[in-house]
């Protein structure tokens, strides 16, 4: 099966930084697409990046594009999410998912294995 963790999150003040990890195993198929998402209470799970084994290629919600960077060593090991210039806005439990294809896009319905969330938090 495949496994997703996460880990990398904390407190930090507003206009800083943090990065995520994702360390992935179990993959079964060539290529996947990872992805970055994020909770705060009351609110509905958002997409925020992605990125594809097979292509590279990366796709960035318009809240986080400029201020998030997605990469991977290996994609299919670890994935990497560069939080800069960090808002309160931001503060959620943020959580990797993947799923199989090439394709890339953020939508949380189209991702069939998650990891558990872990939690940023920025003050203003």
């Known amino acids: 099966d495949v496994q997703l963790q996460a880990s990398g999150g904390g407190l930090v003040q507003a206009g800083g930084s943090l990065r995520l990890s994702c360390a992935a195993s179990?993959?079964?198929?060539?290529?996947?697409?990872i992805g970055w998402f994020r909770q705060a209470p009351g609110t509905e799970r958002e997409g925020i990046a992605c990125i594809s084994s097979g292509t590279g290629s990366t796709y960035y919600a318009d809240s986080v594009k400029g201020r998030f960077t997605i990469s991977g060593d290996n994609v299919k090991d670890t994935v990497y999410l560069q939080m800069n210039s960090l808002k309160p806005e931001d503060t959620a439990v943020y959580y990797c998912?993947?799923?199989?294809?090439?394709?890339?896009?953020?939508?949380?319905?189209?991702?069939?294995?998650w990891g558990q969330g872990t939690q940023v938090t920025v003050s203003s």
């Open positions: 179990g993959f079964t198929a060539d290529d996947y697409v």
């Open positions: 998912a993947a799923r199989a294809g090439l394709r890339v896009g953020i939508r949380p319905d189209e991702y069939d294995y």
